[in-house]
């Protein structure tokens, strides 16, 4: 899968860069490949496809991380020698955390400025400017506000935030390429902020962007809606898939959605991703959400029925593997006795 995905690139990507905008449709004619094309129809819109840069560098140890204060508080993983996400807060086994208390209190303040964090960075999304430039201006807002950026040094995550453009579905490494007229940009914080993390994301338009792009996005959003609508003590975790299945399965004015079933929504407070972890796609997992329990939604939505992706060389990049769009959104839920709660609204 990665070494086919690897040719596919290298056959069209000069292909691809000729002109500012590339219509999908085009990707399956360019080149002769030995298998059948990907079925890619020819409403996905207008927009430019990110590929990686070549030749292909692989890994991250070229990207300098930035400078984090010594008086910041680092979570365990990003501790010299040490790659471990380890709890070191007060959830039990399932992953609650104790209602009523200071953990929650924290729990609260570190989603709090994750979406503090969520708004500011998106206040800097426009033609021209890099994700690059977002990141640092992210780390820094962060840092000044006594955390830790979660994502950094995160099994070696170079960067302070993930950057996702049109047909990256997640992970997206900032860099230096100019936001154009027409993308769409997710971006993803956490933070970790005395002992826990804050973790949302959101996908920003980038001055004009087309009908399908737009509708991408909104019905992204619709979709996080609805699994966080299928929240409550008692209520199973299969019903947040089921939930957004029932979004994205009929066409939205006139156009084809499916959910990416590749990342999945995670547990969080002391540690960055555990369980519970939330399948976005139909499933018949078993278990219950219980008070106490704290977790991301954060559906990714893709142009059309083909929800595949492949990673890029720097091993953590995730793209659609026929270059539709996606578009992903994120929230933190936490159930109580009465109801779910959305910590990052
Ligand atoms: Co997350």
């Known amino acids: 899968m990665f070494f086919r995905a690897l040719q596919l ?22 080149a002769p490949l030995n ?33 984090v204060p010594d008086h910041i508080k680092r979570p365990p993983y990003a501790l010299n020698g040490s790659s ?52 640092a201006a992210v780390h820094d807002y962060i840092i000044s506000h006594g955390a830790y950026p979660s994502p950094l ?8 935030c993930c950057t996702s453009i049109n047909n990256i579905i997640t992970h997206g490494i900032p860099d230096n390429r100019p936001l154009e007229d027409g993308d769409i940009v997710n971006i993803d914080v956490t933070i970790y902020l005395n002992g826990y993390h804050g973790d949302t994301s959101q996908t920003w338009l980038v001055g004009d962007v087309d009908l399908p792009g737009r509708l991408l996005c909104s019905i992204t959003n619709q979709a996080l809606e609805a699994g966080i609508s299928a929240c409550g003590p008692g209520q199973p975790f299969k019903n947040i ?35 519970p972890w939330i399948l976005h796609h139909l499933n018949d997992e078993p278990g219950v959400m219980m008070p106490g329990h704290c977790f991301t939604i954060e559906p990714a939505i893709i142009q059309g029925t083909h929800p595949t992706s492949w990673t890029f060389p720097d091993g953590w990049t995730a793209s659609t593997e026929n270059c539709a769009r996606s578009a992903q959104a994120e929230h933190m839920v936490l159930i109580t006795e009465n109801g779910a709660e959305v910590l990052t609204r």
Do not use: M
Not at 153 to 160: D, M, R
């Open 9 to 30: 690139s290298t056959r069209t990507a000069s292909h691809l860069r000729t002109s500012k905008w590339i219509k999908p449709c085009s990707f399956s004619n360019s």
């Open 35 to 67: 298998e059948e094309p990907f079925p890619v129809p020819d409403n996905f819109g207008y927009y430019s496809v990110i590929l990686p840069d070549e030749p292909f560098v692989f890994g991250v140890s070229h990207i300098k991380p930035r400078n």
């Open 84 to 135: 471990k996400d380890i709890q070191e807060g007060a959830e039990d086994r399932a992953g609650k955390i104790p209602l009523g208390g200071d953990a929650e209190q924290k729990l609260r303040s570190a989603a709090s400025l994750a979406r503090e964090v969520r708004e500011y960075a998106g206040s800097l999304v426009k033609v021209g400017t890099t994700t690059n430039t977002i990141d």
């Open 153 to 160: 040094l995160y099994n070696g995550f170079p960067k302070s």
């Open 241 to 275: 898939g089921q939930a957004i299945h029932a979004v994205i399965e009929p066409q939205y004015q006139g156009f084809d959605f499916c959910v990416s079933p590749a990342f999945s929504g995670h547990g969080i407070g002391s540690v960055f991703h555990r369980k």
